[in-house]
């Protein structure tokens, strides 16, 4: 990442010129089966689909405001490399109108289900300790403060990130959306300017509020799902968690529309190495965070500490637990390891699909283990498809993104940075296609 980067001499207009009839049906296709598995699940085992629709609204959530945290942290430390990847990143927003609709849906919907624990908490000395915290509607009036708060900064934070770049763009099937994203403008230099001025100043707040408030999401969504059972490391792995995802599906959706958008000459070897290096870095540095949660435990060999990692590691869970740590830590380790696959889209998404999978399998044992004690795994059809459903959903928002924010920022938004490693062409380099 210490390369010097250097911009071309004309950067286009570029979105996404049209979604192909396949992909609109494999998104629709995606999302069908998220129906069937809700319907299926509710029909059958209640239970689960309340279990499978929290578990894959942390995972989804969770990454899309990492993503929108990996723009913000690429603008704080301006990181001149990845000029033309942070759009990629943003695009992750997108996904969290939808994600604060679902939010009520699992909160209010399954409540009686995941807080049965404390719910009621009858004589439990280590709950009724807690109830201070732990009460309904208490949970449920602060984490909907919690949830639009921080929401509602990010979207705003994505809307000052693209404003500059949409005015007077040539385009009549979205020219209702970008009139209004530039209502008020000032002028593309001023615009610029003052929009990276905002964004510079909202950026590490958008990052204090992701780890204050996503930490007690982290809290009441999953380590409350266990009440006897607390650990202060727990937010930060979580947090962690969400932030690796959105690097990792950032760097994924690159290699994806790359060639779709035509970026070849703009995403290089360099921006696909530099995205490599994050991704085996923030995975060693998830096992580390793990690692020392779980070998505290063991060293202090407290039963009720212990209780987490024996649910997990032992029957039925063991496996899943164990295809985490594999497909999150250990593979991509060696995979990545040199610098050549890096460089290598191809190796670089295998490796991405690998780790957001072992990510999805870690939401499921958040949530799972306290809540289903069968003697044999309960995975399946429910957690499977509705899975997919979500995936769905996220596709859908991102191509709406795609079709109509500029994935290259403008030379003036470039300018604006006032780097001293990129010089900046002028605003009348701009290119439209």
């Not at 759009?87 to 009686?112: E, H, M, N, Q």
């Amino acid at each position: 990442m210490a390369h010097e980067s250097r911009l071309p001499e004309a950067i286009p207009f570029r979105i996404l010129d049209s979604v192909s009839g396949l992909m609109k049906a494999v998104v629709g296709i995606l999302i069908l089966i998220g129906v069937v598995a809700i319907v299926v699940a509710a029909g059958g085992e209640p239970a689960r689909l309340w279990e499978s629709l929290l578990f894959n609204w942390l995972f989804w959530s969770s990454l899309s405001l990492g993503m929108v945290l990996f723009a913000a942290a690429l603008q704080m430390s301006n990181a001149d490399w990845a000029w033309s990847v942070r759009r990629f990143a943003l695009g992750g927003g997108t996904f969290l109108p939808i994600s604060f609709v679902l939010f009520f849906i699992v909160l209010f919907g399954g409540y009686k289900h995941y807080f049965v624990h404390w719910l009621h908490n009858g004589t439990d000395p280590a709950i009724f300790k807690k109830v201070a915290w732990l009460n309904w509607p208490g949970l449920a009036i602060r984490d909907i403060i919690v949830v639009t708060v921080l929401y509602a900064f990010a979207l705003v934070y994505m809307y000052y990130r693209v404003r500059p770049d949409v005015y007077g763009v040539p385009s009549s099937e979205h020219r209702g959306f970008y009139e209004r994203l530039t209502s008020g403008f000032r002028g593309v230099t001023e615009e610029a300017t003052g929009c990276h001025r905002v964004s510079m100043r909202m950026a590490p707040v958008l990052a204090i509020l992701y780890a204050l408030l996503w930490g007690i999401i982290s809290v009441d969504l999953s380590m409350s799902l266990q009440p006897d059972w607390y650990s202060t490391m727990w937010p930060p792995a979580f947090i962690w968690t969400g932030f690796d995802g959105g690097v990792v599906m950032t760097a994924l959706l690159v290699v994806a529309f790359r060639s779709r958008l035509r970026l070849q000459g703009f995403i290089t070897g360099r921006q696909f190495h530099d995205l490599g290096m994050l991704v085996f870095a923030f995975s060693v540095f998830w096992m580390y965070l793990n690692w020392a949660q779980y070998i505290v435990i063991w060293y202090g060999q407290l039963p009720f500490e212990q209780s987490f990692f024996i649910q997990r590691f032992g029957a039925p869970y063991g496996p899943i637990a164990s295809s985490a740590v594999i497909l999150i830590f250990v593979l991509p380790f060696f995979g990545l390891l040199t610098r050549p696959p890096k460089k290598v889209p191809a190796i670089l998404g295998f490796f991405c699909v690998l780790v957001l999978l072992g990510e999805w399998l870690q939401r499921y044992l958040e949530v799972y283990p306290p809540l289903e004690r069968t003697p044999t795994l309960p995975f399946g059809f429910a957690e499977v498809g509705i899975g997919l459903g979500f995936l769905g959903l996220f596709l859908a928002a991102y191509l709406w993104y795609l079709r109509r924010i500029p994935v290259l920022p403008s030379p003036a938004t470039l300018a604006a940075r006032g780097s001293a490693v990129v010089a900046a062409p002028a605003p009348a380099a701009v290119a439209t296609e």
